[in-house]
């Protein structure tokens, strides 16, 4: 009954040959004193045209020192006649009411932070329209900053999340773009172009902040890649079950690092070399419907040439888990694959090659080709 009234309320009141003007005054608070002022001044410059026969100039110009109460004058504006001194009395004592209220009205929604949020409105706005295929960073703090660099240093565009005024700032002096904004509520992710994007970094410093963060983006989002942070092997099998794609430990991370740095020291200082360079890695996904593939099906890689043709490298060929439940054989990852495998549906192809030579071997798999996504080098 209570919402009935309410709706009934709503409407009578915009009803009625004034209701688009109730509406936009409802809407944009301070344009109801904006709107009388206009009248104000109008009405007097109307008032000493009719009254005086100045031209417009003169008439607006005698209402600016009347309203303003400056009060000087000179020959092309001097008051002749009663009805003028009629016009400077009314609008002295109307004016000075409708400015003060015009002023007051500016004052308190400057107070208010209504401005203010107005800006942020039209920021996000432009946000949503610039950022496409983007990669969403929830969280600036010491592993934020980190992921920032690194994928900045690829010129990928990236949209920072965060409601810390400190790393706002610090975001903003480094050139990045920021969206202040709570991450694990589903409108800052909306905003952020969740459904745009081409992944989605948790990175904040709690572990269940990061949970709500993969459960509100994949429910937006189904198909979007997620990446969480966690602190311990319970936090990643959660946030596995929330949606999350990959889940990173930075203390795994950092031990495997270390550790292989104590015992492959060659290996990591090419990783480290191959980091600086030109070369990328790409993930090459094939269609899971053998048509799509076409004379591809089934081929070798001896036979399609395709590292020759495209300069590129096939690091690894990633068997699809359905072919591994049919045979029970096959293996899950073939590393550094001979010229004797072949290509069949749902296959990831781990590529690694310059840009125009990881271009030219998605031209080469043509209509084969399911989706790409790059990977860290």
């Given at each position: 009954m209570s919402t009935r009234r309410s709706r009934g309320r709503f409407r009578s009141r915009y009803r009625g040959p004034l209701a688009p003007l109730r509406r936009l005054l409802d809407q944009l608070p301070w344009a109801g004193p904006v709107l009388a002022l206009a009248l104000v001044v109008n009405a007097g410059a109307v008032g000493y045209r009719l009254t005086e026969g100045w031209d417009w100039g003169d008439c607006y110009w005698m209402v600016l020192i009347t309203l303003s109460t400056l009060g000087f004058s000179d020959e092309h504006t001097s008051l002749v006649h009663t009805g003028g001194r009629i016009v400077t009395a009314l609008l002295l004592v109307g004016g000075l009411v409708v400015v003060q209220q015009t002023l007051q009205k500016l004052l308190e929604l400057t107070n208010s932070g209504y401005f203010r949020r107005l800006r942020e409105r039209r920021y996000r706005q432009q946000l949503q329209r610039s950022m496409n295929q983007h990669v969403i960073l929830c969280g600036y703090g010491r592993i934020g900053r980190e992921i920032a660099e690194q994928l900045c240093g690829e010129n990928i565009q990236l949209l920072v999340v965060e409601n810390d005024p400190g790393r706002i700032d610090e975001a903003q002096q480094r050139g990045l773009t920021v969206l202040q904004g709570d991450a694990t509520l589903d409108e800052t992710l909306e905003e952020a172009g969740i459904h745009r994007c081409r992944a989605l970094v948790a990175a904040l410093p709690s572990n269940a902040?990061?949970?709500?963060?993969?459960?509100?983006?994949?429910?937006?989002?189904?198909?979007?890649?997620?990446?969480?942070?966690?602190?311990?092997?319970?936090?990643?099998?959660?946030?596995?079950?929330?949606?999350?794609?990959?889940?990173?430990?930075?203390?795994?991370?950092?031990?495997?690092?270390?550790?292989?740095?104590?015992?492959?020291?060659?290996?990591?200082?090419?990783?480290?070399?191959?980091?600086?360079?030109?070369?990328?890695?790409?993930?090459?996904?094939?269609?899971?419907?053998?048509?799509?593939?076409?004379?591809?099906?089934?081929?070798?890689?001896?036979?399609?040439?395709?590292?020759?043709?495209?300069?590129?490298?096939?690091?690894?060929?990633?068997?699809?888990?359905?072919?591994?439940?049919?045979?029970?054989?096959?293996?899950?990852?073939?590393?550094?694959?001979?010229?004797?495998?072949?290509?069949?549906?749902?296959?990831?192809?781990?590529?690694?090659?310059?840009?125009?030579?990881?271009?030219?071997?998605?031209?080469?798999?043509?209509?084969?080709?399911?989706?790409?996504?790059?990977?860290?080098?």
């Open positions: 902040a990061n949970l709500y963060v993969i459960l509100s983006a994949r429910g937006l989002a189904p198909s979007a890649r997620l990446i969480a942070r966690a602190d311990s092997e319970e936090a990643e099998g959660k946030l596995r079950l929330a949606g999350a794609d990959q889940v990173v430990s930075p203390y795994v991370a950092g031990g495997r690092a270390m550790a292989a740095t104590a015992l492959r020291p060659l290996a990591v200082t090419f990783m480290e070399l191959l980091a600086g360079s030109d070369c990328e890695v790409e993930e090459f996904l094939l269609s899971e419907h053998p048509d799509r593939l076409g004379d591809l099906n089934g081929a070798s890689l001896s036979e399609l040439q395709l590292g020759r043709r495209s300069g590129a490298l096939v690091l690894a060929i990633r068997n699809p888990a359905s072919s591994q439940l049919s045979t029970g054989t096959v293996e899950s990852l073939i590393a550094n694959p001979g010229g004797d495998i072949r290509l069949a549906p749902g296959q990831l192809l781990v590529v690694m090659g310059s840009k125009r030579q990881l271009q030219r071997f998605g031209e080469l798999l043509g209509s084969a080709l399911a989706g790409v996504e790059s990977m860290p080098s």
